[in-house]
């Protein structure tokens, strides 16, 4: 089963942390574009980081909201992508999700973040896990 799955959600307090991961099952992520998404109850789903594969410039994009709280990275090792997230405030408070999507099918970092119908187009899309911030 070819598949992403996002993993480390969890509690926490606002101004805490956690980290999110991105792994693949069936296939390597070398290849692919990876973002992560979110949606909060009752709003519009958003990107907020994404990053470009292993062989591109190690380019990333960050919604306004979390630069310089966020942090994403590519574990080539691991074929993991992570999000490290600062600073949680209850904003923050959504379902995470990955999406892969193959580097010829968008043009920048930025443009993977920003694709509207990310879930209809993507080649990956996972599960999502939970983040709450609360104190």
């Known amino acids: 089963q070819v598949h992403v799955v996002e993993s480390g959600g969890g509690l926490a307090q606002p101004g805490g942390s956690l980290r999110l991961s991105c792994a693949a099952s069936?296939?390597?992520?070398?290849?692919?574009?990876i973002g992560w998404f979110r949606q909060a109850p009752g709003k519009e789903r958003e990107g907020i980081s994404c990053?470009?594969?292993?062989?591109?410039?190690?380019?990333?994009y960050y919604l306004d909201s979390v630069k310089g709280r966020f942090t994403i990275s590519r574990d080539n090792a691991e074929d993991t992508v992570y999000l490290q997230m600062n600073n949680l405030n209850h904003d923050d408070t959504a379902v995470y999700y990955c999406?892969?999507?193959?580097?010829?099918?968008?043009?920048?970092?930025?443009?993977?973040?920003?694709?509207?119908?990310?879930?209809?187009?993507?080649?990956?899309w996972g599960q999502g896990t939970q983040v709450t911030v609360s104190s």
């Open positions: 069936g296939f390597s992520l070398d290849w692919y574009y």
């Open positions: 999406a892969a999507e193959e580097e010829f099918k968008v043009p920048s970092v930025r443009a993977l973040c920003e694709m509207s119908d990310i879930v209809e187009k993507a080649d990956f």
């Open positions: 990053i470009s594969n292993r062989r591109g410039d190690g380019s990333t």
